[in-house]
């Protein structure tokens, strides 16, 4: 009969431990929602977006708000999950919406010889800052306005670049 | 007067009773809406089948006023490794906020022959169709799509409870 009473007292603390999981559980649901939905910080890195952000790369704050409610505008830096590599993001901005012309020089190094584009419907053309080491929407083209997943905010490290990004 | 101090108490009482359980019930609501909204996320969600470009994979009867509802499965997004033949949802690349669901038939590398030409399917990108050739909007009119327009996989049918099946491949 004794072992009756060890699963009682075994009882309490498992009801114990389930409340502290689910607790943990909620917690985690609530981190989730709010790194995807709301606010979230990223590292970035890459040449692509000098003299805005580093090469050495940077931890801006993005908001996944604006473009569920289709609230990007131009001159905006957008996190984008890249049309070449689905598991990448890329982080650039937002040079034209959908149709705008753009007219682009095909190879900033070499002369100027430059091209027209017209934005397709539910496309947006994206660029880096720096045009001589950015592959961007001259390379493959306007995406899609759904890959856009975050619009950057401020940057919060190193802290001597603290604050919004122009 | 020790009846209407009462009465007023009482009153007080009552509408604390009534504000807390507002509250809780807020709490819970919000609670399970959060939680919700990580699995539908991460795990799995149910979404019904509009139109028959599918069919009859799915609706497969033009007017039935009972749509299909399937299963998508969201652990493909880890690496977004997709294979010839499944159907997922995705999100329109023309308009923001349609969504579709439609069935892989080229994945990255491969050669597909449309009208005219023989188009190269690019790089991070696949080319969906419907399975109802005849009325279905897809690659063939929007081009081959980026894989990260892709929401989950779909696995199964889930309702009506007739059509209950998983799909093959």
Known sequence: ?166 | MHVAENHILEKAILDMGIQTLIWQVTKKAFTGGIIGLTISDRFCSVVPVRGDSMSPTFNPQRDSYLDDYVLVDKFCLKDYKFARGDVVVFSSPSHYKERYIKRIVGIPGEWISSTEDVIRVPEGHCWVEGDNKASSLDSRTFGPIPLGLIQGRVTRVVWPPQRLRKLGG
């Open chain 1, 1 to 166: 009969m004794r072992w009756l009473r060890y699963l009682n007292q075994w009882r309490g603390t498992a009801k114990e431990a389930l409340e502290q999981v689910s607790i943990v559980a909620k917690f985690l649901c609530l981190i989730h929602v709010t790194d995807r939905y709301i606010i979230s910080s990223t590292h970035v890195q890459g040449p692509s977006m000098l003299p805005t952000l580093n090469l050495t790369g940077d931890v801006i704050l993005a908001e996944h708000l604006s473009h569920r409610f289709g609230k990007i505008g131009l001159g905006d830096i957008v996190l984008v999950r890249s049309p070449t590599d689905p598991t990448r993001m890329v982080t650039k901005r937002v040079l034209g919406l959908e149709g705008h012309r753009l007219s682009f020089s095909a190879d900033p190094l070499v002369g100027d010889s430059s091209i027209s584009v017209v934005v397709p419907k539910g496309h947006v053309w994206i660029q880096g800052d720096n045009l001589y080491a950015s592959t961007d929407s001259r390379n493959f083209g306007p995406v899609p306005y759904n890959l856009i997943e975050g619009k950057a905010l401020l940057r919060v490290w190193p802290p001597r670049f603290f604050g919004s990004l122009r």
